[in-house]
């Protein structure tokens, strides 16, 4: 381990336990790899901390009084687009991680893991992973596959030309297929997708294996 590069870790959080317990425990569970180099537990500081710093990864609390911990991410992803971030948190509130993920962090754990259980998930962040708990993977993909509900008002028309967009068929070959023109495929793939809800033909192919469109 001590070949391995140092790892710089700020920690931005209004638990001063939290924060003194990282400090004497991650170096220990790294083999002295990893260790606290600052700290602070108002919200509004977190860019000047991490800039003053210069962590390679930095720790926030999402539960932090006003801006809170969210902004702080938006904040800090906004001065330094290159730091890796992990939101944490006392709660199970998974409206509040999907917001700071949206927000600009690489990852989130829950602050209840075990001192020992940090490590590996902040390696993975670092190697440019993103880290999350199956529960919160869940909720995060949970809307994805439920915000956009297919209408079932399709005519014959539109699933076919559905069904020729998800075979991944071009517009010249949809148009030979359809017998229109090239331009008249444009238009109707653009009130398809206008109909879908959808911003693109992938998007649309993608919608339709999900939901059953494809289906006679």
């Given amino acids: 381990m001590s070949a391995s590069p140092a790892i710089r870790i700020a920690v931005v959080d209004d638990h001063p336990l939290f924060a003194q317990g990282l400090e ?22 977190a860019v000047a901390l991490v800039r003053r710093c210069v962590p390679d990864l ?6 932090m009084p006003p801006p809170g911990g969210v902004r702080a991410i938006a904040a800090i992803r906004r001065a330094e687009p290159r730091l890796r971030l992990v ?5 199970d509130r998974t409206d509040l991680a999907v917001e700071a993920l949206r927000a600009g962090a690489d990852g989130y754990l829950p602050k209840t893991s075990e001192a020992e259980q940090l490590m590996p998930p902040l390696l993975a962040v ?41 075979a991944g068929h071009s517009t010249a070959d949809i148009a030979v297929e359809l017998r229109v023109s090239e331009r008249t495929v444009k238009r109707l793939t653009a009130s398809l997708l206008r109909k879908l809800r959808v911003s693109s033909r992938t998007e649309a192919a993608a919608l339709a294996g999900t939901t059953g469109l494809l289906q006679p």
């Fill in 87 to 91: 939101a944490m948190s006392g709660t």
């Fill in 58 to 63: 930095a720790l926030v609390d999402l539960h």
């Fill in 126 to 166: 670092l190697d440019g992973w993103a880290v999350l708990p199956v529960d919160l993977l869940a909720a995060v993909l949970h809307p994805v596959r439920t915000a956009r509900p297919a209408p079932a008002d399709l005519d014959a028309e539109e699933r076919r030309l559905l069904r020729l967009i998800a």
């Fill in 24 to 45: 004497l425990l991650l170096p220990a569970m790294s083999g002295g790899r990893a260790r606290i180099v600052g700290a602070t537990a108002d919200a509004s500081a």
